[in-house]
C-alpha cells in the first residue's frame, strides 16, 4: 500500500469519527498502529552493476554514493544497513553474474563496498539482467526483519542469454521476497509538462531536475530508452515499487550529475526507511476499511447517545 493511499484512509477515519471526542480518542491510539507505514533499522542493498566497457561513469559513481546513501540512511534511523556487489555481463563465467565480495564476505559496510567497487571491470559485451538478478537471488541469503534492496545499473536494454527468464518469472521472484528494485538505465522520463526528468517512480511521479536538487513533479510518463529498456527493466522497478532514473543525467555531468545523485539518495532513503520488510505484516485495504468503518460506526452510536442525554 503506498503513502499517499495511507494517508487518505487515515484522513477518512478521522472525518467519519469526527462527531464525537471519545471517537477521536480511539482514532488517534488506533490509526498509528493500523495505517502507519513501517520504519526500518536493518537494509540488505545489492548493487546489480553491468560490467561491459561503456560503464566506467556509472562504476566510479557507485562506491561515494552508496556512502552518501548508508549516512543519509543512519540519520534516517536504518543504522544495520549492509552492501552486497554483483556484476553482469563480464567475458567468461561472469556473464550471467558474478558477486563480488564486500569486505570478504557477500555483505559488508559502505566503506567496504567503496573498496569493492574497484573490482568491477568493463570488458563485457552481452548482458542479461534477468539472469543477473536470478543469480543474486540464488547467492545471496536476506534478512527476515530488513528491507531487501536490489539497485540495477545498465546502459542496455536485455540480452536474452537464458530465456526461461521471463519478465513474469523475475517480476514474481521479487516480488515473492519483498524486493523493491531501482533500475538504473538508459530510458528517458517527463513530467506533465513534458519536462526532461532524473528519474520517476512507481506512482509516475517525476523528479525533475533543479540546479543541483530536484522537485516532485506529478503525472509523469516514461519515454524511449535503448531498446526495449522500458518493458525490461523500467515497469519491472514499477512493479516491485521501486522507481526508475536515466542515467544519461549521471553522464551529463555537473549540475544535472548532481541532481541525480540527490534525488536518487533521498528517494531511496524514503524507500529503504519505509519499505515493508518480509517479516513484517502490512495493513490489507480491507482491514483499513474495517477500522476506519468502525471509528464512523462507533462516533454514530456516541452521537446518538448524546443526542439523547
Known amino acids: 500500500m503506498t503513502a499517499i493511499r495511507q494517508r487518505a484512509l487515515r484522513q477518512r477515519a478521522l472525518r467519519q469519527g469526527?462527531?464525537?471526542?471519545?471517537?477521536?480518542?480511539?482514532?488517534?491510539?488506533?490509526?498509528?498502529?493500523?495505517?502507519?507505514g513501517p520504519t526500518n533499522s536493518k537494509a540488505d542493498v545489492v548493487v546489480i552493476m553491468d560490467e561491459s566497457g561503456s560503464m566506467d561513469t556509472e562504476q566510479a559513481w557507485?562506491?561515494?554514493t552508496i556512502g552518501t546513501l548508508d549516512s543519509q540512511l543512519q540519520a534516517a534511523g536504518v543504522t544495520d544497513a549492509r552492501y552486497g556487489l554483483v556484476g553482469f555481463g563480464s567475458s567468461g563465467a561472469g556473464e550471467l553474474g558474478r558477486s563480488i565480495q564486500v569486505?570478504?564476505?557477500?555483505?559488508?559496510?559502505?566503506?567496504?563496498?567503496?573498496?569493492?567497487?574497484?573490482?568491477?571491470?568493463?570488458?563485457?559485451?552481452?548482458?542479461?539482467?534477468?539472469?543477473?538478478?536470478?543469480?543474486?537471488?540464488a547467492n545471496y541469503s536476506f534478512r527476515p526483519d530488513a528491507a531487501v534492496n536490489f539497485i540495477f545499473v545498465t546502459d542496455e536494454d536485455r540480452d536474452d542469454e537464458v530465456p526461461s527468464l521471463t519478465y513474469a518469472s523475475t517480476r514474481s521472484a521479487l516480488v515473492d521476497q519483498g524486493i523493491l528494485l531501482n533500475a538504473i538505465?538508459?530510458?528517458?522520463?517527463?513530467?506533465?509538462s513534458e519536462n526532461q526528468a532524473l528519474g520517476m517512480d512507481s506512482e509516475r511521479t517525476a523528479y525533475v531536475q533543479d540546479g543541483t536538487g530536484f522537485t516532485n513533479e506529478p503525472v509523469g510518463f516514461?519515454?524511449?530508452?535503448?531498446?526495449?529498456?522500458?518493458?525490461?527493466?523500467?515497469?519491472?522497478?514499477?512493479?516491485?515499487?521501486?522507481?526508475?532514473?536515466?542515467?544519461?543525467?549521471?553522464?551529463?555531468?555537473?549540475?544535472?550529475?548532481?541532481a541525480f545523485t540527490n534525488a536518487f539518495v533521498d528517494i531511496k532513503v524514503e524507500e529503504i526507511s519505509t519499505q515493508p520488510t518480509p517479516g513484517t505484516p502490512v495493513p490489507e485495504p480491507m482491514t483499513l476499511a474495517l477500522v476506519a468503518g468502525g471509528l464512523a460506526g462507533a462516533g454514530t452510536l456516541v452521537g446518538r447517545r448524546a443526542r439523547r442525554a
Open 103 to 137: 569486505g570478504g564476505s557477500d555483505f559488508g559496510s559502505a566503506s567496504e563496498f567503496d573498496a569493492a567497487s574497484g573490482s568491477l571491470i568493463t570488458n563485457g559485451s552481452d548482458e542479461d539482467g534477468y539472469a543477473a538478478m536470478d543469480h543474486t537471488l
Open 18 to 36: 469526527a462527531t464525537a471526542a471519545g471517537v477521536l480518542g480511539a482514532a488517534a491510539l488506533l490509526a498509528p498502529a493500523a495505517l502507519a
Open 185 to 192: 538505465v538508459d530510458n528517458s522520463f517527463f513530467d506533465g
Open 62 to 64: 557507485i562506491g561515494p
Open 222 to 258: 516514461v519515454g524511449s530508452g535503448d531498446g526495449n529498456t522500458d518493458d525490461d527493466y523500467v515497469e519491472l522497478a514499477f512493479d516491485t515499487g521501486g522507481a526508475a532514473w536515466d542515467l544519461n543525467n549521471l553522464r551529463a555531468g555537473g549540475d544535472a550529475a548532481t
